[in-house]
């Protein structure tokens, strides 16, 4: 199936899209108050504002651990082996609904709003953006498939531990932003005294676009790899969520915009209604 969609639209363009939104265009849910994402609770799993690292509850020591590893290990040494390793696609052969079913067995570490199973995560999301998009199948399909690259922790896929595989994503070879979560944990990883990679660029330039940037390694870029390389009819709008959703420090901070491409810009749009 190959799928033609229009680009998102910014907040001063709601009313007009919602005055002429036949045929197949984009069209904001008319229960959101901003084009920031989907409605969703104001409290988490824990009675809790979302993503507050600093509440204290039962997992706030499981997740600062986990970032810590994270920030330690994550290098460009390292995602450039784990990027040639899985982009082969080498591991295993199943359809998405048997990707699921794995995930039934996964409890992210780094969220801090969840400790269910991964396959509710996904299921609600998909049913979300259905409900407010019924008309952008691809849409759909995006949010069932956007966090399947977590199957990594699976021994199946290799075991990943789970450092390597879930967590916000943030640019390797160039500073660590301040916006990152937990950030007085990358002083342990070796790139951030690696005078070539602990500048604003790094081994950049900027405006050279998300695709010349190298991410931390884990299951966004493990499912982009899958999609890209099987061929997807998914529109490029799809494989910029996939591929940049775990991305916070972009699309929820504002951090890392110098490195961006026109063609991001717009990207970032269809990202922020997503998230």
């Not at 992210?108 to 998909?126: F, N, V, Y």
Request: include cysteine; charge should be negative; hydrophobic fraction near 35%.
């Amino acid at each position: 199936m190959t799928v033609n969609v229009e680009r998102a639209v910014l907040e001063t363009q709601r009313e007009e899209v919602e005055k002429n939104s036949s045929g197949a265009g984009f069209k904001m849910p008319k229960e959101l108050v901003s084009s920031d994402g989907f409605s969703k609770p104001e409290a988490n799993a824990f009675g809790n504002t979302f993503r507050d690292y600093e509440a204290e509850t039962e997992r706030k020591k499981i997740v600062e651990e986990f970032y810590r590893q994270n920030h330690i290990n994550q290098t460009v040494d390292f995602v450039k082996k784990m990027r040639e390793e899985y982009g082969k696609l080498n591991k295993v052969e199943m359809s998405i609904w048997e990707c699921c079913e794995l995930l039934n067995t996964i409890v992210d570490e780094s969220d801090p709003d969840l400790d269910e199973p991964q396959i509710q995560h996904l299921l609600q999301t998909a049913e979300a953006v259905r409900k407010d998009y019924p008309n952008e199948d691809w849409l759909h399909l995006t949010a069932l498939i956007h966090d399947l690259g977590k199957v990594l922790v699976h021994p199946s896929f290799g075991g990943l531990p789970q450092w390597a595989v879930v967590g916000d994503t943030f640019p390797v070879g160039c500073a660590f932003d301040k916006s990152n979560v937990h950030h007085k944990h990358f002083k342990e990883n070796p790139d951030n005294s690696n005078s070539a990679y602990n500048t604003k660029c790094g081994i950049y330039s900027e405006g050279c676009g998300l695709d010349n940037v190298l991410i931390s390694w884990g299951h966004d870029d493990y499912m982009y790899l899958v999609a890209k390389k099987n061929g997807t009819t998914l529109p490029p709008a799809a494989l910029f969520i996939i591929r940049f959703h775990s991305f916070y420090p972009l699309h929820n901070k504002g951090a890392y915009m110098h490195l961006l491409n026109d063609e991001d810009k717009e990207n970032l749009k269809w990202l922020h209604v997503f998230k």
